[in-house]
């Protein structure tokens, strides 16, 4: 089964940056599209930013101008770049393939609090 590793999670104020890196194997990175989701407590998971092997992306309306995910196949990583965080933000982040290859991993927790 394939395993997602997602970190760079943390504290951060309102306004902070953070970029989550999400480890797979590298043949996931080249082949498949490449999600990044969030789940905030008390809420489902949502889809935040996709990039697929044509390196065309989407971004939820929410995050849209602030978030950018992009990926390096040399270090098999997956990144989620996010600017101007808002409180709102926070969530578990965590990444996985589409089709998904594996199951959700443990995630990585972000919380944007003064």
């Known amino acids: 089964q394939v395993q997602f590793e997602e970190s760079g999670g943390g504290l951060v104020q309102p306004g902070g940056s953070l970029r989550l890196s999400c480890k797979a194997p590298?043949?996931?990175?080249?082949?498949?599209?490449m999600d990044w989701w969030r789940q905030a407590p008390g809420k489902e998971r949502e889809l935040v930013a996709r990039?697929?092997?044509?390196?065309?992306?989407y971004y939820a309306d929410a995050v849209k101008g602030r978030f950018t995910i992009s990926r390096d196949t040399n270090n098999a990583l997956v990144y989620l770049q996010m600017d101007s965080l808002k409180p709102e933000d926070t969530a578990v982040y965590y990444c996985?393939?589409?089709?998904?290859?594996?199951?959700w991993g443990q995630g990585t927790q972000v919380t944007v609090s003064s």
């Open positions: 996985n393939s589409v089709p998904q290859q594996g199951p």
């Open positions: 990039r697929n092997t044509a390196d065309f992306t």
């Open positions: 590298t043949n996931i990175i080249k082949s498949f599209t």
